[in-house]
């Protein structure tokens, strides 16, 4: 028996705008790929030009909407940019997904200013900067079109919980952070039919996906994970593809950890996955 229209329906991303973050490599890649599938127009930001070329490319290749724009979240103009692009491109936006993401491994007494702020500057300033003008754009619309609102999402870390390596201390602060901006603007937001949400990935397979779009699925000791394997892209994705969509329409303010059941565990450091 086929899928009823009806579940289809709730996964159905047509005539959405998006914008990702961060979106040309790795878990971000998976996100654009996943969120252009489901229907929507994706506005796809990136530091790297080269790979944000070849996601953009692959994805129209298939016959879906995407536009690129390099950028870096740190710089508040290339926010104000991206977010713009967005609205004069595809007429508004109704998804944010803040991955964009700088994770560098520094002990604590080699850590220094410059490197705690850079970690900050990218993965709290640039999403507060993003989420700002997204905001902006979400509650016009909302005024205009009831319910119309928007669904924003932000890729943290189960590092946010738990010291996950040793020597990530400025990242695993900022995921922290992203945590706790989400409880405010959940519901500063929520009045105007915005849904704030953060997936909390674990390991997460940095491999590259074949020419299907598949992903090596990688073993790893039980002691790690339960699962007894490293997530993929697509693992991530799909949770945010659950967020964006009206199968999510009534959930605001989570922590979706996305983990294999890592966080359940008491390790320390797993080396074997450097």
């Not at 329906?9 to 040309?24: E, I, P, R, Y």
């Not at 996943?34 to 506005?43: D, M, T």
């Not at 490197?115 to 640039?126: E, H, M, P, S, Y």
């Not at 945590?179 to 937001?189: P, Q, T, V």
Request: charged share 20%; glycine share 10%.
């Amino acid at each position: 028996m086929a899928v009823q229209k009806a579940i289809e329906n709730l996964f159905d991303l047509s005539g959405k705008a998006a914008v990702v973050t961060g979106g040309a490599k790795g878990i971000g890649e998976g996100i654009s790929m996943r969120l252009a599938q489901a229907g929507a127009k994706v506005v796809i930001c990136d530091r790297a030009p080269e790979a944000l070329d070849q996601i953009v490319k692959k994805i129209t290749g298939m016959g879906l909407e995407a536009t690129g724009v390099p950028s870096d979240v740190s710089i508040e103009a290339d926010c104000v940019k991206v977010i713009k692009k967005a609205v004069d491109t595809y007429g508004g936006l109704d998804i944010l997904v803040n991955n964009a993401s700088y994770y560098p491994t520094i002990s604590l007494v080699e850590t220094t200013q410059d490197d705690w702020d850079k970690v900050f500057a990218t993965n709290c300033r640039g999403a507060f900067m993003m989420t700002r003008e997204a905001a902006k754009v979400m509650i016009a619309q909302n005024e205009t079109a009831p319910a119309r609102g928007g669904s924003i999402i932000l890729v943290s870390s189960i590092g946010a919980y738990r010291a996950n390596r040793v020597g990530m201390c400025a990242y695993h602060s900022s995921k922290g952070a992203q945590l706790s901006f989400k409880n405010h603007i959940s519901g500063e937001l929520g009045p105007h039919y915005i849904r704030v949400n953060c997936i909390l990935p674990g390991a997460i397979s940095p491999n590259e996906p074949d020419e299907n779009g598949n992903y090596e699925i990688t073993p790893i000791p039980v002691n790690r994970v339960p699962l007894r394997v490293m997530g993929t892209p697509h693992d991530i994705s799909g949770a945010v593809l659950y967020l964006a969509s009206d199968a999510g329409r009534y959930v605001t303010g989570v922590e979706l950890v996305v983990d294999g059941g890592m966080y359940k565990l008491p390790t320390f450091g797993y080396p074997d996955l450097k």
